[in-house]
T-cell receptor, first 110, second 115 residues
Framework: LAKTTQPISMDSYEGQEVNITCSHN???????ITWYQQFPSQGPRFIIQ???TKVTNEVASLFIPADRKSSTLSLPRVSLSDTAVYYC???????????FGTGTRLLVSP | EAGVAQSPRYKIIEKRQSVAFWCNPI?????LYWYQQILGQGPKLLIQ????????DSQLPKDRFSAERLKGVDSTLKIQPAKLEDSAVYLC?????????????FGPGTRLTVL
């Protein structure tokens, strides 16, 4: 199972762009990269998933370089409601065994 | 569509007692997961079902934890007897596991406090 490393915490202000980078040096060929968001007292919520290059949806972008050993979650113009813990995970397409790390605690201030 | 349902939302028991949690996944999702999340940590997978068969239970403490998924839909997770270190949030998730969608959808969790 690929292990991931991400910053423990990040601080930002409303309206700024936030980039959270995750390292996954041992990612396997079949692994997807997935990001989840978790608010207190709630289960994690899927944000975005990708395999290579760039993926964008209505809430975030995911940048994956060619070697796939890292990835960056980009949150454009964050608001106070984006304060949460963000998890980077890698998982194979076969069994989708997801291993959560401790995540990145993002605090957005006014 | 309705999300993953879990009950109860909160449970307080004394050590050595038994407890059971229930999960109803999203309709049509073949894969169901139970996770344990200790305060300040990320969720840890306990068991994964594909339909009503167990795919992975390598991290399930089988001396006290058990889980079943009858008829490939609802699932129950049981702890017997509970220990203080079992205090955590127990999350259920389901996934369609289609080629184009590997997303796991999580329920709100059951917060267990063992006194």
């Amino acid at each position: 199972l690929a292990k991931t490393t991400q910053p423990i915490s990040m601080d930002s202000y409303e309206g700024q762009e936030v980039n959270i980078t995750c390292s996954h040096n041992n990612i396997a060929t079949n692994d997807y990269i997935t990001w989840y968001q978790q608010f207190p007292s709630q289960g994690p919520r899927f944000i975005i998933q990708g395999y290579k290059t760039k993926v964008t949806n209505e809430v975030a972008s995911l940048f994956i370089p060619a070697d796939r050993k890292s990835s960056t979650l980009s949150l454009p113009r964050v608001s106070l409601s984006d304060t949460a813990v963000y998890y980077c995970l890698v998982g194979d397409t076969g069994f989708q065994k997801l291993v959560f790390g401790t995540g990145t605690r993002l605090l957005v201030s006014p | 569509e309705a999300g993953v349902a879990q009950s109860p939302r909160y449970k307080i028991i004394e050590k050595r007692q038994s407890v059971a949690f229930w999960c109803n996944p999203i309709s049509g999702h073949a894969t169901l997961y139970w996770y344990q999340q200790i305060l300040g940590q990320g969720p840890k997978l306990l068991i994964q079902f594909q339909n009503n068969g167990v795919v992975d239970d390598s991290q399930l403490p089988k001396d006290r934890f058990s889980a079943e998924r009858l008829k490939g839909v609802d699932s129950t997770l049981k702890i017997q007897p509970a220990k203080l270190e079992d205090s955590a949030v127990y999350l259920c998730a389901s996934s369609p596991r289609r080629r184009e969608d590997h997303t796991q959808y999580f329920g709100p969790g059951t917060r267990l406090t063992v006194l």
